[in-house]
């Protein structure tokens, strides 16, 4: 309990030295030890503010995912720019309602910006009981399609890395 | 620097500036407010990244180490740039802005 106490978010501490290792562009034990007191004690007077963090149970698998995520953007970047180019008469657009069963907000949250990272789609609203995710996408033929695949490509990683069991 | 890192560098940098183009063309020609939001997610992706790459290269080569700095501006946009889309977008629905008739799906009555 004493090192909770004084070490609130271990994570978030490591995420601030490395972002203050990154600016300073200086990678010299001065600037370190500098990082490494701020990365304690932003952590420690915010705290109040802060939800509590998730239990990442499988970070390597966050990882993978990171690395897929990129690789979608890259493709959908293309998609999307034969669309715009291409005649708009023909596009397809459509509000599709998306049924969650995450339920952590880190995870929501994270979702929510892939989905609005990839281009074709933008995450449009939550449902206040957070239940749905209300997603526009600029040409899609198929709704369940479109659904199916979110649900598979990334909301299935995510359930995997935040809560033990999928079922 | 060595020619093939300035060609290396030139490719990056006309590759992002030519997504942030089409993400720009995107703005302008779409028909509706929703759709034209796809466009800047474009330009913030791809668009950044291609410079950002660029941009690493070319401070690899000036002999001052690796400069990782760049990263942060890819963080920072991952996190800012879906949450102003959705702040848009959830802005738009609650003004009840006009969506094209091919528009399948309703928004949502805020």
């Known amino acids: 309990m004493k090192a909770r106490r004084f070490l609130p978010h271990p994570l978030l501490s490591l995420c601030l030295m490395g972002v203050w290792m990154l600016l300073m562009n200086d990678m010299t034990f001065g600037h370190l030890l500098l990082g490494a007191i701020l990365g304690w004690l932003i952590p420690l007077v915010t705290q109040v503010f802060w939800i509590t963090p998730p239990r990442i149970y499988r970070p390597f698998r966050l990882f993978r995912f990171f690395f897929l995520v990129l690789g979608d953007i890259v493709v959908a970047n293309l998609q999307v720019a034969k669309l715009i180019l291409g005649p708009t008469s023909k596009l397809r657009p459509a509000f599709v309602e998306i049924p969650m069963l995450l339920e952590d907000e880190l995870a929501l949250t994270m979702l929510a910006s892939i989905i609005s990272l990839t281009p074709g789609t933008v995450s449009a609203d939550l449902s206040d009981d957070r239940k749905t995710l209300l997603v526009h996408t600029l040409d899609v033929a198929d709704d369940e399609q479109l659904i199916a695949e979110i649900k598979s490509r990334y909301e299935a990683p995510l359930l995997e890395v935040f809560t033990c069991s999928t079922t | ?110």
């Open chain 2, 1 to 110: 620097m060595s020619t093939w890192m300035e060609i290396l560098v030139a490719i990056f940098l006309l590759l992002g500036s030519v997504f942030s183009l089409v993400g720009a063309i995107g703005l302008y020609r779409l028909p509706d407010f929703f759709m034209r939001l796809h466009g800047p997610t474009k330009a913030t992706t791809l668009g950044v990244g291609g410079m950002v790459i660029a941009s690493m290269i070319y401070f690899a080569g000036q002999e001052q180490g690796i400069s990782l700095h760049e990263l942060l501006i890819t963080l920072f946009l991952f996190i800012t740039a879906p949450v102003s889309a959705h702040m848009l977008a959830k802005a738009a629905m609650q003004q009840k802005l006009s969506i094209s008739e091919q528009t399948r799906g309703k928004p949502w009555e805020q």
